[in-house]
């Protein structure tokens, strides 16, 4: 790549960062300035929006003159434009974001702005929507998807379970998360993580814990009903089981969903490798689905169940599930950070860590102290 190519894009970048909030701002404003009905694609807030934005330009104006990784820019920014069908992102918005861009562009580099670096960064930006235009108009599976809810109950005060029927057959992995807009929500998306593999009937089953100060997460536990049609868009996520090496599965709370539905998955076999699965929670009464779990591994003997909570005992507040010790299920006490690793040698196997970004930080670097290669340790992106 020519030394100016590249150099344009660094002092590009440089601008970019001198005040991404702005940066990110003005790019909406000229984009909502040419056509304002693209503002009605969007929620109310767009924080998270310009967040995601500004990491994605961000990394574009990294990768692009850097000599590897040309294949992953491509995948990611395919990956983009398949996404931003939901939002109902139309092939010819992609003209109007190239043309808000070079206009801020211009701007931001004002006294570096020749014909040359114009060039570059036209070609660079081309680049970007026309994979994104591409990937999107290319896509055969449907931009949304819609599924009713037919029951929903409450665990705790902040859990809650959601079962649905998806109209149309599902097409998403045992372990994967979806993206899912709610009602009470419109325009504003999360990830849910299936609890359940998909099937022929359609079925679905989220576990949902309200975050606090969370919207969507609230709004789900507290006032989602039976007969409420959820919207879903991609699914994503790449947790899996290899066959030929021992499994430790270390689940955080709702991070329980996608692993189970892996365990679920994996029932349906009997030639699966040994499994060990840690369910942690704060305290023991919200190891809601413990008993679900010993319900598979007494018809699965690969499969091991342990329960960590960091607490004893429960709060006054907690209406207990059957404990560990009732169900017959080993118990410990602290965090699953500090529990799993010293509770074996996980040296020689794949680990999938599921939960809070927290969790999956510490008990990730714990279990490479531990011994275990983080290559062999797989968990969802951490937003
Ligand atoms: C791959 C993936 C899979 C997920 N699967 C599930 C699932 O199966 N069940 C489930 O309940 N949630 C799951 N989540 C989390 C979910 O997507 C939302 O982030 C969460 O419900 C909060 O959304 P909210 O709108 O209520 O909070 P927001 O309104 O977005 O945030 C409000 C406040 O809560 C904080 N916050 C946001 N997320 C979390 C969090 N996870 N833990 C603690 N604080 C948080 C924010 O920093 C902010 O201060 C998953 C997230 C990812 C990335």
Redesign the pocket.
């Known amino acids: 790549m020519a030394s100016h190519t590249r150099h344009a894009l660094h002092q590009l970048r440089i601008e970019v960062n001198r005040d991404p909030e702005r940066f990110v701002t003005e790019v909406y404003t000229r984009m909502f300035a040419i056509d304002p009905d693209l503002r009605d694609l969007f929620g109310v807030s767009m924080a998270?929006q310009h967040e995601a934005f500004h990491r994605v330009i961000d990394h574009v104006l990294e990768a692009i003159p850097a000599a590897t990784g040309h294949t992953e820019l491509v995948e990611l920014l395919a990956q983009l434009g398949r996404d931003h069908r939901k939002y109902g992102v139309e092939p010819e918005h992609y003209h109007i974001m190239y043309s808000a861009l070079m206009g801020e562009f211009a701007e931001l580099m004002a006294e570096y702005w020749d014909s040359e670096t114009q060039q570059t960064i036209s070609q660079a930006m081309m680049l970007v929507t026309g994979v994104m235009r591409g990937a999107a108009e290319t896509a055969t599976d449907p931009a949304r998807w819609t599924a009713e809810v037919v029951e929903k109950y409450r665990i705790t005060r902040d859990l809650a379970v959601v079962r649905l029927i998806a109209h149309s057959p599902l097409r998403f992995r045992p372990g994967q998360?979806l993206e899912?807009q709610v009602p009470q929500?419109p325009k504003?998306w999360?990830?849910?993580?299936?609890?359940i593999p998909p099937n022929p009937a359609g079925e679905l089953e989220?576990?949902?814990?309200?975050?606090?100060?969370?919207?969507?997460?609230?709004?789900?536990v507290g006032d989602t009903r039976v007969g409420d049609v959820w919207t879903f868009a991609q699914s994503?996520?790449t947790l899996h089981v290899d066959r030929d090496r021992k499994v430790l599965m270390v689940a955080g709370?709702?991070?329980l969903?996608?692993l189970r539905a892996l365990l679920i998955e994996m029932s349906k076999r009997v030639d699966n490798p040994p499994t060990h699965i840690f369910y942690g929670t704060r305290h023991p009464g919200e190891l809601y689905d413990l008993a679900v779990l010993r319900r598979i591994a007494s018809t699965n003997p690969w499969l091991q169940v342990t329960a960590v909570s960091e607490h004893e005992h429960d709060p006054w507040w907690i209406n207990s599930v059957a404990t560990p010790e009732e169900l017959g299920i080993e118990h410990h006490i602290g965090t699953l950070a500090d529990v799993v690793p010293r509770a074996g040698n996980w040296e020689d196997h794949q680990v999938l860590v599921?939960g809070?970004?927290?969790m999956i930080e510490t008990t990730r670097r714990k279990l490479i102290i531990a011994g275990v290669r983080a290559s062999r340790i797989q968990h969802?992106?951490?937003?």
């Open positions: 998270a998360y899912v929500w504003v999360r990830n849910l993580s299936s609890s989220f576990h949902v814990r309200a975050v606090k100060g969370g919207t969507v997460s609230s709004a789900i994503h996520g709370g709702t991070g969903a996608p599921a809070s970004p927290q969802d992106p951490v937003f």
